[in-house]
């Protein structure tokens, strides 16, 4: 999740934990907890220029279960051994710290980009994707109650606005699972319809709500593309088809840039050949055509590729100028459908076997 964020559920899970009359100190605390794992941007920059180790060492050791409760006991032993208000209510105190780290990476893992949350075990990162990585309906009430335990700091009144701002911030969070329970059935029938039941797919809310979703299904050739609507759509889900260069990704699925990426975005990757770079851009941040996080990982080399240092790209998108666009979706379902012919028919081709094996891995 974004900075803000983090710095208010840090500060609130400290605040409602810490004694009453540590409120102010415990706000600061938290806040100053929450923020802490990100910061392993900066040594992570100072080790590497390489852009896809940048990308996929970040949530990784500063966000996993298995190392922050450590980093947290050593904080509180180090803060009990000054005296002060840890070592008046050393308890109190001891979850407070721990809570406030160890809800930031269980925050993250909410949002598609994904967290390392057992690093150093192998396994693949969590992306639960029910929240965009900023959502003012999580945030806002978390908010308001550190502003108001701030102002009211030991008063009994402060303690219930910090319960009623984690309650509702987490009742949201519920929300948007049930709300992509739905949006994954009707993926599943929508998808099953093109004889892509078993394909890998995911799906993610829009940029600051949890009512209108993306959804990505992988195909032999490329991928499909849909966006459901909680609010306004009824009929079924509708898919868009694109090209990806699956033939060059095989070429050069060995590099290990390419297989750090496939075990990171657990292989949502569109491949493309661009100023005779092959590009990969990670599916799960952005939309056709703009994605958030695209790499060069090889040059055209007469009939193949050659492997070079990855570089990541950015080129003019579109994105921004779509929020308005993407506010109307959310209240009104298109007048006219894409062609789901077209879909059917570009992915007909394609023999069905190989459409059931184009995913066994969710």
Not at 105 to 115: K, Q, R, S
Not at 248 to 270: C, E, I, T
């Amino acid at each position: 999740m974004d900075s803000l964020t983090q710095i208010v559920l840090g500060a609130a899970v400290a605040a409602v934990i810490a004694p009453p009359q540590h409120r102010r100190a415990a706000l600061l605390a938290g806040a100053a907890l929450g923020t802490l794992p990100d910061l392993d941007v900066l040594p992570v920059n100072l080790i590497t220029d390489d852009p896809v180790a940048r990308m996929t060492w970040h949530r990784g050791v500063s966000h996993s279960l298995l190392v922050l409760p450590f980093v947290a006991w050593a904080v509180w032993a180090w803060c009990r051994s000054r005296g002060g208000r840890v070592a008046q209510a050393p308890r109190r105190w001891f979850w407070a710290i721990q809570l406030a780290l160890l809800t930031h990476p269980l925050l993250d893992a909410f949002t598609v980009y994904g967290t390392q949350l057992l690093w150093p075990l192998p396994f693949r990162p969590a992306m639960w994707s029910s929240v965009f990585i900023i959502d003012p309906l999580y945030t806002i009430w978390l908010l308001f109650g550190c502003a108001a335990a701030w102002f009211a700091r030991a008063r009994p009144w402060a303690q219930k606005a910090l319960v009623l701002a984690l309650a509702l911030s987490t009742s949201y969070l519920g929300l948007s699972l049930l709300a992509k329970a739905k949006i994954e059935r009707d993926a599943e029938a929508a998808l099953a319809e093109l004889n892509l039941a078993d394909a890998p797919r995911f799906s993610v809310p829009m940029p600051f709500n949890i009512l209108l979703w993306r959804v990505v299904a992988m195909t032999p050739d490329g991928f499909v593309e849909g966006e459901r609507s909680l609010a306004a759509d009824r009929g079924p889900m509708r898919f868009r088809a694109y090209r990806s260069d699956v033939r060059a990704l095989a070429q050069v699925f060995d590099y290990p840039s390419v297989q750090r990426l496939h075990w990171f975005n657990r292989g949502f990757m569109k491949a493309e050949a661009r100023d005779g770079a092959l590009v990969l851009s990670d599916l799960r941040m952005g939309a056709e055509p703009d994605y958030s996080f695209r790499f060069a990982v090889a040059e055209r080399d007469g009939e193949g590729w050659r492997e070079i240092p990855p570089r990541q790209l950015q080129w003019p998108w579109q994105a921004g100028r779509r929020l308005g666009a993407m506010w109307r979706r959310i209240w009104h379902e298109p007048a006219e459908a894409p062609a789901r012919e077209a879909v059917a028919a570009d992915l007909s081709r394609v023999p069905a076997g190989a459409r059931a094996g184009a995913g066994a891995q969710r």
